[in-house]
Structure formats: C-alpha cells, structure tokens
C-alpha cells in the first residue's frame, strides 16, 4: 500500500514537473508574442504618427524593446521555437512574422527565418494600423517608456 | 556654435521648401513638343482653374505703369523677408525652450506646469509660423515661375512688362544685399535659382540672358556667412513685435480654450527636432562627449551601421556604399571583429571607419563593474590588436549609456572615446521591410535635415533598404564620413580608424 503511495505521488511529481515545463515554455514563448505585438504597436506608431510621440521616444521604445528581444531570444528552447514555428500561418494576423523571423534568424535556423521574413515582407503600413488598432493602444505603448 | 546654429535653420527652411520649389511647374515639357521648343504658353495656366496664384498674377500685370507693378512684386518679397525673421525667431525660441526642457529632465528635475505651458506656446507657435512662411514662399515661388512663363512666351499679353521685371530683380538684390536682410536674401535666392534651374531644364529652348543669377547671393564664403549671420542676430534680437505676434498669441489662447472646452489636457511633445544640448562633442573625463548629429551642418548626413561584423551581410553594405560611392562608420562589437578579421581590413580597404560598440551587445548599464571593464576597456584593448589603431568612438548597445556623466560614460571618455548616438532611427532591426524603412527614413531625414542614421549591417533587408535612403539622400543632400562631420561641427581634427 505504502509502495503503491510513492509510486503514486511520484508519478504526480513527473506531471507536474511536466506541466510546468510545458506552461514555462508556452509562457516563454507567448511573451516573445507579446513582444512581437508591442514591435509592430512600435512600427505602427511611427509610421502613422500616432499617439504623439516623438522620433526620439519611439526609437527609446525600440531600443528598449530590442534589448528584452534579445534577452528573451537568448533564453528560448527548443520547444519554444516548435511553438513559434506553428505560427507561421497565423503571425500575418497579429503582425508578429518580424520578431520571429529575427528569432530564427539569431539562432541560425536559416530556413525557417526565411519563411517568416517572407510574410513579414508582405506586412504594409495598413496593417501594422490594423493590428495596432486590434491587439495595442497608445496607453500600453506609453506605458512602456 | 551660434552661427552654426542659425545656419543650419536657414538650411533647414531651405530644404523644407525646396519640395515646393521643385513641385512648381504643372505644365509638363512632355505635353506637346511645339510647347517645348517654345517654353510653356501662358494661355495653359490661364486655363488651370486650380491655379489661384493667377489672380495675383493677373492684378500685379494690371497695374498702372511698370514701376507700380515692380513695387508690387517687391511687397511680395519684403513681406517674405519678414515671414523668414518672424518663423526664425519662434525657432530659436523654440530650441531654447527645448534645450531648457532636456536640461532639466537630465539633472531629474521636475517640470513645473509652467515650463510645460511655455515649452507647448513657443511649440504651437512655432508651428504656425512656419506654416505661414511657407505658404508665402509658395506664393512668391509661383509669382516668379509665372513671371519666367510669360517672359518667354511671345503670345502672352504681359511678354515685356514680365521681360522688364526679370531684369529689375539683379539691381533689387545688389540693392538688399547690402542691408542687414542677407540671411533671409540668401535662403530666397536658393529657392529663387531653384524655380530658375527647374524652368531651365523643362524648356531647353530659352533665352538664358533673361535669368536673373542668384549663385551671387548664396554661394558665399565662411566669412560672408558669419557676417550675415551676425547681422541676423542683430535682425531678430531688435525685431519689434508686429500684428503677425498679435495674431498668433490670439491663436494660441484659441487653441488653449478650445482644448479645455474639449476637455483634451494632452500636452504637444510631438517634436521631431531634438535639444541641441543632447550634443556634446569632446570627449572629457566628465563623461559628457556625445554626438546626435543634431548639430551637424544643415544638409549634411553620417550614414553608420551597428553590431557586425556579420558574415552574410557586412559585405553587402559594403557593396551598397561602394556602388553609391558613399562613405558609412561601422559600429562594431569586439567579439566579432576577433571572428571576422578579414571584413575588418575590408572595411579599411574601402576607405570605411571603425568604431566600437562593447564586446557582446550587453546591456551596459545592468553590468556591474567587471562586466562594464569587459565591455568597454578589454573591448577597446582587442579593439586595438585587430584593428592596429584605438577606437576613438564607442556607441553604447540599445543606445543605453546612463545620464549624463554616469560611470559608462565616464569610462568610454577615460579611453578617449566619443559617444554616438543617432538622430535617425530606421528600426530596420524590427522591420522586414525594405520599403517601409526606407519610407519611415526619409520622412525623419526630410523633418530633421541633417545628422546621424543608424542602420544594422547585420539583417537583409537593411542591406535593401540602405541603398535605397542613400539613393534619396544623394538626390538632396550631402552623405559625408562621421569624423568629417564632426570635425566640421567642432572645428578641429578628429580622426577614425
């Protein structure tokens, strides 16, 4: 009874530890999403003049949004980059294809880096306002200053 | 600094105005040959119901007697000479406030609701000013085009009065030049000899006596610059308030109750131009050397590119810059130029400069004090054993340096390093696009007139879209070396490797 105890709360020890793999790396991999979405807000803003501000403070936005970039693509697995992959399909909704084309792209995975920049070429000016209008807003992006 | 100051404003009008300038001839030379041969037919503009600067046109030729006419013409210019002092001044107020502004921030200040207030006053009213002047010169700009149409063109009604007013402006301007309005005579006679050259090269057939020279008014030497600047200061530091002051502080509160009526208490801090204070040129144990390119000549761009040397796309920009004949200042990290050595001497092969920008991209001012050393002394150290020559510039990775006289910049200044910045960021690093940052670069190029671009040469699409900025800077400004820049701002020597 005692055997069937541990054996029982050790395999609760390996799902959690399993779980908490896969949210820490979901996680992961959803904040370099968020970081996408703040870039284009970022693009955005510069390219239609929005929320007044000025060239300095959008490229003191930049800058500091590239330095947590890099961090965060330094710290990715890769499980991480399994699950940013499978959004290649979709990161033409939300805007994202530019962050993680430069994600593949620092991490040498040529191929798969093309592919991303290829649909973050298509990206235009109205789309970057598209997104920009449905996944940010002017006090989020202020915020971060 | 002062009369740099003012000359690159009068630059700054002079390129903000030279679109319209260029813009100015609808009648296109491919419309018909016969018209081409022949210079424009005025009986076209006529017919141009959108053009309204024919009725003033048409008034001015209506005029009693030549002398009425060209009296005429002469309101038109003085009152663009004092639009040109007036939008000057509210520049320079405006700057003054913004220096005021940075000022404070950096010493952690805190902005009082008055200084806030002011700084949004001198802002709005700068703005309108500006907008004036512009519409103005615009004004002129056409008058004189339509002058220059209706000299050449023998079936126009108002051939010899328009004949007889080309060749009064030499005597006007000989007449101008030697009152204390030169500033202003130089940067008219630029957009003048613009209307000129445009016409010239629309209709080759022309009688080429007919143009007035303006090269005689702005192409002067440093000395004659500096007199006319003093002069200047003199100009605006006497200028009297007039009703266009009247009318715009009446705007102002205006704008002020209609924004409290709506309720709006969003300040204006919306300013492409940036503090001059940011500019600190030498490099001290202070630690305040920093270049922004804010106080460069007017015109005049530094092309630089950060974080190689990369093995796919350094040579790339090397490509782009050697095919455009344009020089650019590499900023590098010390990891890298110890990876590749080879597009390290390519680089001095190609008459480019070299600069540091720390050892691993880190975020300086999060390291601790065996990390900056790494950084910025050891970086510096293997900077000189590949290259041969200390770096004598450093730019701080994400541009994050500190304050002013902080440990970092203490440091890049202890090695007799100056600190770049950029006043021009083209985000290429986020962007996939070639043509949007190519878009996004020339509209801050054209607002700013002069400075630093930062680039990448460490991404594709900045090798794309790099030749496509240095492509359209070429077509209106002067791209020269950062050090050339920098001496010229500061007067002495400086040198890269």
Known sequence: MEHLFTLRSKKIVYIFTLLNLLISSTLNARTLKELAIHSNAILAASDNNLCQLSSSEISKLSQNLQSQIDHKIQNLKNKDYAIIKSRLNTCSNDCTCDIYALAFEKNEMTDTANLFSKKAELITAQSRLHCFKKFSSCKKLKNTL | ?497
């Open chain 2, 1 to 497: 600094m002062r009369t740099n100051l003012i000359l690159t404003t009068l630059t700054l009008s002079i390129l903000l105005f030279s679109c319209q300038a260029s813009q100015i001839t609808h009648v296109s030379p491919e419309s018909s040959d016969t018209t081409s041969l022949r210079g424009p037919a005025y009986s076209t503009y006529v017919q141009d119901k959108t053009n309204k600067h024919i009725n003033t046109f048409e008034t001015i030729m209506n005029a009693k007697s030549d002398s009425e006419r060209l009296l005429q013409v002469k309101n038109f210019i003085r009152r663009q000479v004092e639009f040109y002092y007036i939008a000057q001044q509210y520049l320079q107020k405006f700057d003054s406030e913004l220096d005021k502004i940075y000022l404070k921030k950096e010493k952690q200040l805190i902005l009082s609701a008055e200084d806030k207030i002011d700084f949004e006053k001198i802002r709005y009213q700068n703005i309108i000013s500006w907008e004036f002047n512009e519409r103005n010169l615009n004004e002129l700009l056409e008058l004189y085009n339509l002058v220059l149409i209706n000299a050449h063109d023998q079936n126009s009604p108002h051939q010899r009065a328009c004949k007889w007013i080309l060749a009064q402006i030499p005597k006007w301007l000989k007449e101008e030049a030697k009152t204390d309005n030169q500033l202003a005579l130089i940067s008219l006679s630029e957009h003048l000899n613009d209307v000129s050259r445009e016409f010239q090269t629309n209709y080759k057939k022309h009688n080429s006596k007919l143009f007035p020279d303006f090269t005689l008014y702005f192409k002067l030497t440093k000395e004659q610059f500096d007199d006319a600047d003093a002069k200047f200061k003199r100009m605006y530091d006497n200028r009297k308030r007039n009703g266009f002051d009247s009318f715009l502080e009446k705007k102002w509160m205006q704008y002020l109750t209609e924004r409290e009526e709506s309720g709006d208490q969003q300040l204006w801090f919306d300013d492409l131009r940036t503090p001059q204070a940011l500019d600190v040129l030498e490099p001290d144990s202070g630690g305040k050397g920093n270049v922004t390119g804010n106080r460069f000549p007017q015109g005049k761009w530094a092309m630089t590119f950060d974080d190689g040397p990369n093995p796919t796309h350094t040579a790339g920009m090397y490509e782009t810059l050697k095919s455009t004949n344009t020089h650019g200042t590499f900023f590098w990290q010390a990891q890298n130029i110890i990876k590749y050595p080879k597009l390290v001497k390519e680089a001095k092969d190609n008459g480019f400069s070299r600069a540091l920008h720390s050892y691993t991209h880190a975020n300086l001012p999060k390291l601790n004090s065996s990390g900056l050393n790494k950084e910025i002394n050891i970086a510096a150290d293997d900077f000189t054993k590949i290259i041969g020559e200390k770096p004598t510039l450093f730019r701080c990775p994400y541009g994050a340096c500190g304050p002013s006289g902080s440990t970092i910049r203490q440091m890049i200044a202890n090695r007799k390093m100056l600190h770049v910045a950029w006043n021009v960021d083209t985000l290429d690093w986020q962007d996939k696009n070639p043509d949007s940052i190519f878009s996004r670069t020339k509209k801050q190029v054209d607002v700013l007139g002069r400075g630093i671009i930062l680039f990448h040469d460490i991404h594709s699409q900045s090798v794309i879209a790099s030749k496509k900025v240095i492509q359209y800077l070429k077509t209106k400004y002067k791209v020269e070396p950062l050090n050339k820049l920098i001496e010229e701002s500061r007067g002495t020597p400086f040198y890269t490797p």
